[in-house]
Structure formats: structure tokens, C-alpha cells
């Protein structure tokens, strides 16, 4: 994988993605726990799991 100008990322190019998903579920969490305690309508917040679920 290359840049755009042709250089070759860092070698810790490949940490980055897992490191902010990992940021994001930790701030999702917080947000449901102080803003959606108690149920809430937002519909990313209830969709199925998917497990176990037929097809």
C-alpha cells in the first residue's frame, strides 16, 4: 500500500484503524450509558445483534 505521493506509510499505519474503533465503542458506550439510560429511540442503538438470528 502507498500514499498518494508514492511513499509507503509508517510502519504503524496498520494500528491506527483498530485504535480509533476502539475509541469510538468506548465513546458510544459512554454516550448510552449518561444520554439513552433507560431506553431511547435512536435506531442504530437498536438493531439486531445478528447472532443466532436466521437468514
Do not use: I
Not at 500514499?3 to 491506527?16: C, E, M, S, Y
Not at 448510552?32 to 429511540?41: I, K, P, Q, T, V
Amino acid at each position: 500500500m502507498a500514499l498518494r505521493d508514492g511513499r509507503a506509510p509508517g510502519p504503524r499505519a496498520h494500528q491506527v484503524v483498530p485504535a480509533a474503533l476502539a475509541l469510538f465503542g468506548v465513546a458510544d458506550t459512554r454516550k448510552r450509558e449518561l444520554y439513552c439510560a433507560g431506553g431511547c429511540a435512536h435506531a442504530w442503538h437498536n438493531l439486531p445483534s445478528g447472532r443466532g438470528a436466521a437468514s
